[in-house]
Nanobody, 121 residues
Framework: QVQLVESGGGLVQPGGSLKLSCAAS????????MAWYRQAPGKERELVAL???????NYGDSVKDRFTISRDNARNTVYLQMNSLEPTDTAVYYC???????????????WGKGTLVTVSS
């Protein structure tokens, strides 16, 4: 069974940096798109950034020029480098893997359980 596990969250001061990681495990043959989402208290989940298998990316407007998404296809891992963090970036960050081909099937979507990022002085 495919599982996604995020790591790297924590408390950081405004202006600081954090790097999140998400590793997908299981009998995976390929993952089309990997993405990061976030959900702040009282708000809906929103897309932060996504990266396709060949490396093209998209970013949410609020994180452009501050966050960078990358992936290691050999390790089925996606990263999110977050710089110039602001209090409004405080949220639970979730990893998503879309279009997964594994022994469980093709075209499946999977989600991690999330990691909390708190930006506060």
């Amino acid at each position: 069974q495919v599982q996604l596990v995020e790591s790297g969250g924590g408390l950081v001061q405004p202006g600081g940096s954090l790097k999140l990681s998400c590793a997908a495990s299981g009998s995976i043959f390929s993952i089309n798109t990997m993405a990061w989402y976030r959900q702040a208290p009282g708000k809906e989940r929103e897309l932060v950034a996504l990266i396709r298998r060949r490396g093209s990316t998209n970013y949410g407007d609020s994180v452009k020029d501050r966050f960078t998404i990358s992936r290691d296809n050999a390790r089925n891992t996606v990263y999110l480098q977050m710089n110039s963090l602001e209090p409004t970036d405080t949220a639970v960050y979730y990893c998503g893997a879309h279009g997964v081909v594994s022994i469980d099937g093709a075209g499946m979507d999977y989600w991690g359980k999330g990691t909390l990022v708190t930006v506060s002085s």
